[in-house]
């Protein structure tokens, strides 16, 4: 059984700065976990715009605090969020990602599991890291 509180996250290598300070991620569960996925809280900071493009990855993101939006590249489609939606990059959507008037808590799982080495590139991608 896997057992862990946010509090053994934070300060580790298990927690990930952006690097404008856009969002920081608490990798909960990673693929070393071998759990099949990958279990993360994500702040997004209020006023932030983040580009992201997962083309590696599917993710399923639950709102539990705050509030943004998620701008659809593909066609310009804008989705409010606030606690208790939830969104899912089911066909490795392309967006930007919106803090809103307040930080957004947001509860994410990836599958392929993040290694919790990855980093967005210049397109807001993650490799696909295999060892880990």
Request: charged letters at 25%; a negative charge; proline letters at 3%.
């Amino acid at each position: 059984m896997i057992v862990r509180h946010i509090d053994e996250i934070r300060g580790t290598q298990r927690e990930v700065q952006a690097p404008r300070n856009q969002w920081v991620s608490r990798r909960m569960l990673l693929k070393n976990d071998n759990m099949g996925f990958s279990f993360h809280e994500t702040i997004i900071r209020a006023g932030t715009k983040t580009h992201i493009h997962y083309r590696n990855h599917l993710e399923a993101v639950y709102c539990v605090a705050g509030n943004g939006r998620i701008e659809e590249i593909k066609n310009g489609t804008v989705h409010e969020i606030r606690d208790g939606v939830m969104y899912a990059l089911n066909e490795h959507d392309e967006h930007f990602l919106y803090g809103g008037s307040e930080d957004m808590r947001l509860i994410c799982v990836f599958n392929p599991p993040l290694t919790g080495k990855e980093v967005h590139d210049e397109n807001g991608v993650y490799p696909l890291v295999t060892d880990g």
